[in-house]
């Protein structure tokens, strides 16, 4: 049975830092591919960023050069380190992992952006 479960949300101030984890269990192995997607109230969920079994990356256009995803397949565990913080970001996010048609989801974080 395969289980992830996030850690690290929580609430900061405009400009600032968070990191987001993902530890995964079960048969999650390094060739799926993990990230991460939010959803702000009344909006649809959206991709924030992607790392892929060959540790390829993609990141949305307005995390680019905030956001940094990585991950350590030892750990089974994906990581998002989320700087220059903005209200627009304040969003729950939501883990994954993907493999082929294979989609596994974790239960999200809450990320609140405000002064």
């Known amino acids: 049975q395969v289980q992830l479960v996030e850690s690290g949300g929580g609430l900061v101030q405009p400009g600032g830092s968070l990191r987001l984890s993902c530890a995964a269990s079960?048969?999650?192995?390094?060739?799926?591919?993990m990230g991460w997607y939010r959803q702000a109230p009344g909006k649809q969920r959206e991709l924030v960023a992607v790392i892929n079994g060959d540790l390829s990356t993609n990141r949305a256009d307005s995390v680019k050069g905030r956001f940094a995803i990585s991950r350590d397949n030892a750990k089974k565990t994906v990581y998002l380190a989320m700087n220059s913080l903005e209200r627009e970001d304040t969003a729950v996010y939501y883990c994954?992992?993907?493999?082929?048609?294979?989609?596994?989801w974790g239960q999200g974080t809450q990320v609140t952006v405000s002064s």
């Open positions: 994954y992992a993907k493999w082929s048609t294979r989609i596994y």
């Open positions: 079960g048969s999650i192995t390094s060739g799926y591919a």
